[in-house]
């Protein structure tokens, strides 16, 4: 989940420079209405006012031809008033602001075709220097040279931002309903799977293919690849992000096909097959309603995909796609033991923190290389976001959500994982007859433990990793529940997901015998006449022990 911001912890290790994001409401002369633009200052220069209502409308000095490094570089009669608007480079951000306040000017904007940065300086300039100081990207210059004209009037300002927005209601009630959801389904599915299995039907001969059991050594090639994946993004991710939308797509339709069928084959219309034919896929006669929600599912993906820069929208359609995939996954891919739980959110645990909290300490931008991936750098030619999340937009309509926080994430991550420990949960209350007990008090524990990961986002204001705060949430509360129930062993190895053992049918008309092997093993033949009687697995019928006797003598 991302709230762009900057770790704050760090300071006590390396001493950072604080930004903040801040509004620049444009207008023409004489007129009141204009548009805002997102900013993004230090606020060790000079403060800016809250209100916009409070802060001093001023004239736009139009210098974007120059960087202003060097007196030659002020016009005659300098800025008095007014505000100059300069390119960046060449010189240090104190040398502008100092020639622009010692020429008169009451505040200075910097245009920058790079990434936005705090402006920097020490604490003796900072104590020279009373006038704001502030970043405006050359997008944003663009815009305000098509729309407005040459009597620019400015006005500097940061307004409060909520700590919490509503948004995050809706994120959580969609992770903690679809991590439940996925849950009790796989646990269910897999009841019926042995049910089916017990009845010796072909049908569960297939949904054992279905089901992936993942080993220790999955889960070791599974944490390599997310490590490698996240580094190539980082640094070719223009390159890349295409590539992983497709994946989506597909992965995402047929996760859609998936959770709708078990809906649509209880409609009573379209049953029919197709005719025979020797075409791929087609040449094994499916109904005309799964081609129909195939065709369905496919189109939603590809409408998403043409459409997916449409923030308005578009990301309704990425949320409903994301949570068919993650109860896809939910479903597919099963934890056989409590230890290969353990073993999987441990090592995602160390993988989520190191890439949010220690990466910005590797990288030359210090920002973490999991915040970069998840909202996409900032100086990406292509500007694509990856759509391995969860995203709500804000609710609050602050202004600053023209800063590039239009949105608020969580990872699909932060939901398979822990939903892939509650599966396990459901299956293991199925097995010993529990009442759930482990299902809902994991689900629970997942439920709280995002509670505390949207605390510490408020609190902290930053990128938080949640798993940071869900592993040992659902972890510690499973355990909790095993000692609790002095199941911990048979939780721990999971015994009991194997085939059960299936008993012979009982003769009640008869008494009965120990069993052998055979009637483990090997089914009964059906007779074509009268029900013939049934002997002991030892005894022979008397007629045959006659017959046995005359040869003998």
């Not at 084959?265 to 799964?290: A, T």
């Not at 292509?382 to 995203?391: G, S, W, Y």
């Amino acid at each position: 989940m991302r709230v762009p911001g900057i770790l704050i912890w760090a300071a006590l290790l390396i001493q950072k420079v604080v930004g903040e994001y801040g509004m620049a409401h444009i207008s023409d002369e004489g007129k009141s209405k204009g548009k805002d633009y997102c900013i993004f200052f230090n606020s060790q220069w000079a403060r800016l006012p809250q209100d916009l209502n409070k802060a001093s409308r001023l004239q736009i000095y139009d210098l974007t031809t120059s960087v202003l490094c060097s007196p030659s570089d002020v016009p005659e009669g300098g800025f008095p008033n007014r505000i100059p608007m300069v390119m960046r480079g060449n010189c240090t951000f104190y040398e502008k602001v100092r020639l622009a306040q010692i020429n008169g000017a009451k505040g200075l904007l910097i245009v920058s075709k790079d990434r936005l940065t705090p402006p920097a300086g020490n604490k003796t300039q900072y104590e020279e220097i009373d006038i704001p100081v502030a970043l405006l990207s050359y997008s944003d210059l663009l815009d305000i040279s098509k729309t407005f004209g040459k009597g620019r009037m400015v006005a500097m300002y940061a307004p409060n931002e909520p700590v919490l927005d509503y948004n995050m209601v809706i994120i959580f009630l969609m992770a903690v309903g679809t991590v439940a959801i996925g849950g009790h389904w796989a646990g269910s599915r897999d009841s019926k799977k042995r049910y089916m299995k017990h009845k010796r039907d072909d049908g569960a001969e297939k949904q054992d293919e279905e089901t992936v059991d993942v080993t220790p050594i999955m889960i070791c090639v599974f944490v390599v690849m997310c490590c490698s994946m996240l580094v190539l993004l980082y640094f070719f991710y223009d390159s890349l992000a295409i590539w992983v939308i497709a994946i989506f797509c597909m992965a995402s339709s047929v996760g859609l096909h998936s959770c709708l069928w078990p809906f649509v084959r209880r409609l009573p219309f379209c049953k029919c097959r197709v005719p025979e034919n020797n075409l791929p896929y087609l040449h094994k006669r499916p109904q005309i309603r799964m081609l129909l929600l195939s065709a369905f599912c496919i189109a939603v993906s590809v409408t998403w995909m043409v459409f997916r820069n449409e923030d308005q929208w578009a990301w309704v359609l990425q949320d409903a796609l994301g949570i068919a995939f993650c109860l896809y996954m939910l479903k597919t891919v099963r934890l056989p033991t409590f230890k290969a739980c353990t073993l999987l959110l441990s090592v995602l645990f160390v993988y989520d923190v190191f890439f949010v909290f220690i990466t910005p300490f590797l990288t030359k931008s210090g920002e973490s290389i999991m915040v970069e991936v998840a909202a996409g750098p900032s100086d990406s030619s292509m500007h694509e976001k990856l759509p391995m999340v969860l995203k709500v937009p804000r609710l609050n309509f602050s202004p600053l959500a023209l800063c590039d926080r239009p949105f608020s994430l969580l990872g699909f991550g932060d939901i398979l994982v822990p939903g892939l420990l509650v599966a396990y949960c459901h299956r293991f209350d199925i097995l010993t007859q529990s009442s759930r007990i482990y299902f809902v008090a994991c689900t629970i524990a997942y439920g709280i433990g995002l509670l505390i990961t949207f605390v510490a986002l408020a609190l902290m204001q930053m990128g938080q990793p949640a798993l940071l705060y869900l592993v040992p949430c659902t972890l510690l509360t499973c355990l909790t529940v095993a000692l609790w129930r002095r199941e911990l062993p048979q939780f721990w190895t999971g015994s009991g997901f194997v085939p059960a053992i299936v008993l012979a049918p009982i003769n009640c008309t008869k008494t009965a015998a120990p069993q052998t092997d055979d009637h483990l093993t090997k089914p009964e033949t059906k007779s074509t006449g009268e029900d013939s009687p049934r002997y002991p697995p030892q005894d022979t019928p008397p007629a045959k022990k006659d017959e046995a006797g005359n040869k003998s003598n």
